[in-house]
């Protein structure tokens, strides 16, 4: 073989690189203007003083939060509504945030009545959820964390099929194995809700990247919240996502608490959206209790990912207004008044019902109609779902493999003997 | 060529000097003893499985530092609360997350290098093992975790290994799974060191799958029966406030890392005392009931070998197996790894017949290990096979009543008494 490159130290050391270690790269050689070639420095980016190479990382500007409307719902000076979005359609999803408010209300208050065992409301958080499923394409596949549920709500996802979910009646679709608003929908394009925190995120990579491959029009959209982004997979994932160029947009709800710990203890740096730098990636910062905003920012950042195969980290700053899930009591950890203040002056909702009816597209009375509707709707829900009958007991080992192993079969016999045993204890 | 600290030849002959010294060095290597076999057994462990850490010293300068390094008013709450806690104990109220609160506070006001780290410990996690702890210690010595289970089980170990002795919580021990390669350099740490390196780390979690506790597939599963087979690492179970109390005491001042698996869903509904100051054995299992010796005699007595939330389900079908005629040695295998096969034993003399109720599954589960294990020692102490009553291989449903049947429960026992007494295979 070929020596392509060598060097003679005054030690008498030779390092030879041969051709079967490199590809056809040309190699960069001494003398060229000083060029160092593995250490991708460029000519005159180097220096003596290390107070020119020591960078703080307040040196770096942090994020401009983008947004539409200010706290009452005005558009802010210089703003313009998505043009592409109609009046009807800014209508429609006012509407899916207040429907998506009140099955929350009326769902926790069900796990409280002990009819449901568990419930994790989104509070605060519905322009997050509205704002970004109305950006994307119905078929973009969804990867969520647990607190989504106005995203497959947008799709479709019936409140009917909600209630199902939390009972784990026959009709449910996880087939009764998984707890409440672990929701998914193969129909939807909503993957199933996993309870470990951000195995999402490598995943959604994953899906990503099978798009890119069939070179389809779609991008995968990957939902997560600041304390899931400590995890090891999200920074996997984002490391992942970068170097391989695929068409992904990560979006972020920091809204300020992962359970009792707040962000000051969760990281250090510039939120999540200064880590996009690391991982070579577009970011932007975006008010997501403004939907209009966020909508804008999820058609921004999705066209982009569309366009360049590229990955694009949005950050939402919202604030997670109700508990952490029906297991927690967020008043041993936060003031009251604190929750009262971002409820009362930064109510997505509120704010967008303010333009909305400045707009003169909705009205006081339209308003009560509908959140009285949609209750009606979600007690029905409830009711029927409860009262359904449950799945049945074979589909405990259905799916464990494509077909039922030997084994599986023997349990499954051994288990429906013993049921047929005691028929009154089952 | 451009300074004048040595000439080409002193260059060269440096250079046959090194390779000199490196070939010496190869072949003294190559010409040593290999190690002894017991050696791999030695470094099992830093502190031997029959250790008793009741008179374990402390450092000299314990309470110094101890004083130095906290708030009096925060001390003096801490010992009020922890006051309170004994009373409960008294009256034996006292929950199963309260008794290893108390046995945190205790050890971490005895020796200044304890540490504890959880997710929410300011608001005291799920169950108050971490109540006060930041209060009284501060929040370098008890933090709230930045959300990466797997990770901080890591942090634990660098902290360990570095002279520090870590608590680390998980709320729930399937999120643990996070951390199994963490998990892994943990039991290796002290062999692979050869010895040089001890790492005190205790991890204590809330675990198991009780019979119907509705929290589906990924909140069920058994990461007791996951870490079985990593080496150096000892195991424990405890399902009463006493046990907690004792064996968490034992694994925090033990040199080695631990780890205490709790009932998930008894961690404030079973409520006991708690034998003050007392630390109990790492490797001893618990005999909780004796069959009378009139059973035994009358070939109507079974060892029942369970732990965490098959033990409630034991001793809740006690009266219905005695009605039955029957009664049952129920061991509580509070020592996973190593396990007790002498007490095992011992109560297979008197039944020859036993019954494991394992909340972990079928394939490579903890009875797997435990039937495996009784098979070889006590074989010719058994009239019939081992019986096994464990989880389904299905991932464990939310559905209550899909739920009921993969979970093995009093129900289950009482039956399967009813059989081995029957020796019906």
């Given at each position: 073989?070929?020596?392509?490159?060598?060097?003679?130290?005054?030690?008498?050391?030779?390092v030879?690189?041969?051709?079967?270690?490199?590809?056809d790269?040309?190699?960069?050689?001494?003398?060229?203007?000083?060029?160092?070639?593995?250490?991708?420095?460029?000519?005159?980016?180097?220096?003596?003083?290390?107070?020119?190479?020591?960078v703080s990382?307040?040196?770096?500007?942090?994020?401009?939060?983008?947004?539409?409307?200010?706290?009452?719902?005005?558009?802010?000076?210089?703003?313009?509504?998505?043009?592409?979005?109609?009046?009807?359609?800014?209508?429609?999803?006012?509407?899916?945030?207040?429907?998506?408010?009140?099955?929350?209300?009326?769902?926790?208050?069900?796990?409280?009545?002990?009819?449901?065992?568990?419930?994790?409301?989104a509070t605060?958080?519905?322009?997050i959820?509205i704002?970004?499923?109305?950006?994307?394409?119905?078929?973009?596949?969804?990867?969520?964390?647990?607190?989504?549920a106005?995203?497959?709500?947008?799709?479709?996802f019936?409140?009917q099929?909600?209630a199902?979910?939390?009972?784990?009646?026959?009709?449910?679709?996880?087939?009764?194995r998984?707890?409440?608003?672990?929701?998914?929908?193969?129909e939807?394009h909503?993957?199933?809700?996993?309870?470990p925190?951000?195995?999402q995120?490598?995943?959604?990579?994953?899906?990503?990247?099978?798009?890119?491959?069939?070179?389809?029009?779609?991008?995968?959209?990957c939902?997560f919240?600041?304390?899931?982004a400590?995890e090891?997979?999200?920074?996997?994932?984002?490391?992942f996502?970068?170097?391989?160029?695929?068409?992904?947009?990560?979006?972020?709800r920091?809204?300020?608490?992962?359970?009792?710990?707040?962000?000051?203890?969760?990281?250090?740096?510039?939120?999540?959206?200064?880590r996009?730098?690391?991982?070579?990636m577009?970011?932007?910062?975006?008010?997501?209790?403004?939907?209009?905003?966020?909508?804008?920012?999820?058609?921004?950042?999705?066209?982009?990912?569309?366009?360049?195969?590229?990955?694009?980290?949005?950050?939402?700053?919202?604030?997670?207004?109700?508990?952490?899930?029906?297991?927690?009591?967020?008043?041993?950890?936060?003031?009251?008044?604190e929750?009262?203040?971002?409820k009362?002056?930064?109510?997505p909702?509120a704010?967008?019902?303010?333009?909305?009816?400045?707009?003169?597209?909705?009205?006081?009375?339209?308003?009560?109609?509908?959140?009285?509707d949609?209750?009606?709707?979600?007690?029905?829900?409830?009711?029927?779902?409860?009262?359904?009958?449950?799945?049945?007991?074979?589909?405990?080992?259905t799916?464990?493999?494509?077909v039922?192993?030997p084994?599986?079969?023997?349990?499954?016999a051994?288990?429906?003997?013993?049921?047929?045993?005691?028929?009154?204890?089952? | 060529?451009?300074?004048?600290?040595a000439?080409?030849?002193e260059?060269?002959?440096?250079?046959?000097?090194?390779?000199a010294?490196?070939?010496e060095?190869?072949?003294?290597?190559k010409n040593?003893?290999?190690?002894?076999?017991?050696?791999?057994k030695?470094?099992?462990?830093?502190?031997?499985?029959?250790?008793?850490?009741?008179?374990?010293p402390?450092?000299?300068?314990?309470?110094?530092?101890?004083?130095?390094?906290?708030?009096a008013?925060?001390?003096?709450?801490?010992?009020?609360?922890?006051?309170?806690?004994?009373e409960?104990?008294?009256a034996?109220?006292?929950?199963?997350?309260?008794?290893?609160?108390?046995a945190?506070?205790?050890?971490m006001?005895?020796d200044?290098?304890t540490?504890?780290?959880?997710?929410?410990?300011?608001?005291?996690?799920?169950?108050?093992?971490?109540?006060?702890?930041?209060?009284?210690?501060?929040?370098?010595?008890?933090?709230?975790?930045?959300?990466?289970?797997?990770?901080?089980?890591?942090?634990?170990?660098?902290?360990?290994?570095n002279?520090?002795?870590?608590?680390?919580?998980?709320?729930?021990?399937?999120?643990?799974?996070?951390?199994?390669?963490?998990?892994s350099?943990?039991?290796?740490?002290?062999?692979?060191t050869?010895?040089?390196?001890?790492?005190?780390?205790?991890?204590?979690?809330a675990?198991?799958?009780?019979?119907?506790?509705?929290?589906?597939?990924?909140?069920?599963q058994?990461?007791?029966?996951?870490?079985?087979?990593?080496?150096?690492?000892?195991?424990?179970?405890?399902?009463?406030?006493?046990?907690?109390?004792?064996i968490?005491?034992?694994?925090?001042?033990?040199?080695?890392?631990?780890?205490?698996?709790?009932?998930?869903?008894?961690?404030?509904?079973?409520?006991g005392?708690v034998?003050e100051?007392?630390c109990?054995?790492?490797n001893?299992?618990?005999?909780?009931?004796?069959?009378?010796?009139?059973?035994?005699?009358?070939n109507?007595?079974?060892?029942?070998?369970?732990?965490?939330?098959?033990?409630?389900?034991?001793?809740?079908?006690?009266?219905?197996?005695?009605?039955?005629?029957?009664?049952?040695?129920?061991i509580?295998?509070?020592?996973?790894k190593?396990?007790?096969?002498?007490t095992?034993?011992?109560?297979?003399?008197r039944?020859?017949?036993?019954?494991i109720?394992?909340e972990?599954?079928?394939?490579?589960?903890?009875?797997?290990t435990?039937?495996?294990?009784?098979?070889?020692?006590?074989?010719?102490?058994?009239?019939?096979?081992?019986?096994?009553?464990?989880?389904?291989?299905?991932?464990?449903?939310?559905?209550?009543?899909?739920?009921?049947?993969?979970v093995?429960?009093?129900?289950?026992?009482?039956?399967?008494?009813?059989?081995?007494?029957?020796?019906?295979?």
């Open positions: 073989s070929s020596v392509r490159w060598s060097s003679s130290t005054a030690t008498g050391f030779t030879s690189v041969t051709d079967e270690l490199y590809d790269t040309p190699l960069p050689t001494k003398g060229d203007g000083g060029v160092t070639p593995f250490l991708g420095v460029k000519p005159g980016d180097t220096s003596p003083t290390i107070d020119s190479c020591m990382p307040n040196a770096h500007p942090t994020w401009k939060l983008f947004r539409l409307l200010d706290e009452d719902g005005n558009l802010v000076e210089g703003a313009q509504m998505p043009p592409s979005v109609s009046e009807e359609q800014w209508v429609r999803m006012y509407k899916a945030m207040v429907s998506q408010q009140e099955m929350d209300t009326i769902f926790y208050g069900s796990q409280r009545q002990g009819r449901v065992s568990f419930y994790m409301t605060g958080e519905e322009a959820h704002g970004s499923a109305a950006a994307l394409a119905p078929n973009d596949p969804v990867y969520a964390q647990y607190r989504e106005g995203v497959i709500m947008w799709r479709g019936t409140k099929q909600f199902d979910q939390c009972f784990s009646n026959e009709r449910d679709l996880g087939k009764g998984q707890m409440p608003i672990h929701v998914g929908s193969s939807h909503f993957h199933t809700i996993s309870s925190l951000s195995t995120i490598p995943q959604a990579v994953g899906a990503a990247y099978a798009l890119k491959q069939e070179g389809r029009d779609n991008v995968a959209m939902f919240g600041e304390g899931a400590s090891g997979d999200f920074h996997a994932a984002l490391n996502a970068g170097t391989l160029e695929v068409p992904i947009v990560f979006f972020c920091n809204n300020g608490y992962a359970i009792s710990t707040p962000t000051h203890e969760q990281y250090r740096g510039d939120g999540i959206a200064s996009s730098v690391g991982y070579g577009h970011a932007i910062r975006v008010d997501g209790n403004d939907m209009a905003a966020v909508y804008a920012a999820t058609k921004a950042a999705r066209e982009l990912a569309l366009a360049e195969s590229c990955p694009v980290l949005i950050e939402a700053m919202t604030y997670r207004v109700g508990h952490h899930s029906t297991s927690d009591d967020s008043s041993r950890y936060r003031s009251i008044d929750i009262k203040k971002w009362e002056d930064v109510d909702i704010r967008f019902r303010n333009y909305l009816e400045r707009e003169r597209l909705w009205s006081q009375e339209e308003d009560a109609q509908l959140r009285s949609e209750r009606l709707e979600v007690l029905k829900a409830l009711e029927q779902a409860e009262t359904a009958a449950k799945p049945p007991l074979e589909e405990m080992f799916d464990v493999y494509d039922k192993l084994h599986l079969e023997e349990q499954e051994s288990m429906l003997a013993h049921i047929a045993k005691y028929p009154d204890k089952y | 060529e451009s300074c004048d600290v000439s080409e030849e260059l060269t002959a440096t250079k046959k000097q090194v390779m010294e490196v070939k060095a190869v072949n003294f290597a040593s003893p290999e190690p002894p076999a017991s050696l791999a030695e470094l099992e462990f830093p502190d031997a499985p029959d250790t008793d850490y009741n008179n374990r402390v450092r000299a300068d314990a309470e110094a530092i101890t004083t130095a390094s906290t708030d008013d925060a001390l003096a709450r801490c010992e009020e609360h922890i006051a309170s806690l004994k409960k104990s008294a034996g109220m006292i929950t199963i997350g309260d008794a290893v609160n108390l945190i506070l205790e050890e006001l005895r200044p290098m540490t504890i780290h959880a997710e929410d410990l300011q608001a005291g996690s799920s169950y108050d093992i971490p109540k006060l702890t930041q209060q009284t210690f501060g929040t370098l010595r008890a933090a709230d975790e930045i959300i990466d289970e797997g990770h901080f089980i890591g942090k634990a170990l660098g902290e360990g290994m002279g520090y002795r870590p608590i680390v919580e998980l709320m729930n021990t399937n999120f643990g799974i996070y951390g199994m390669a963490e998990l350099s943990a039991g290796n740490t002290y062999a692979t050869g010895g040089q390196f001890e790492m005190p780390m205790t991890i204590i979690g675990g198991g799958t009780a019979p119907n506790q509705a929290l589906g597939a990924e909140h069920s058994p990461f007791h029966a996951y870490v079985m087979g990593i080496p150096g690492l000892k195991i424990c179970t405890a399902s009463s406030p006493e046990a907690a109390y004792g968490a005491k034992s694994m925090i001042r033990d040199n080695g890392p631990g780890i205490l698996f709790l009932p998930v869903k008894q961690m404030k509904s079973v409520k005392s034998n100051d007392v109990l054995p790492m001893k299992a618990r005999t909780l009931h004796k069959a009378s010796d009139a059973s035994v005699s009358a109507k007595a079974v060892t029942v070998l369970t732990y965490l939330h098959g033990v409630k389900e034991a001793q809740e079908a006690l009266a219905t197996i005695n009605a039955d005629g029957n009664d049952i040695d129920l509580e295998l509070t020592s996973l190593p396990l007790d096969i002498d095992i034993r011992a109560s297979l003399e039944t020859h017949k036993v019954i109720l394992d972990s599954t079928l394939s490579g589960g903890v009875g797997a435990v039937s495996a294990l009784i098979s070889e020692k006590c074989f010719d102490e058994l009239d019939a096979p081992v019986r096994r009553l464990c989880m389904d291989d299905a991932p464990v449903p939310y559905a209550a009543s899909m739920e009921k049947a993969v093995k429960r009093g129900s289950d026992l009482i039956e399967a008494v009813r059989d081995a007494v029957a020796m019906k295979l």
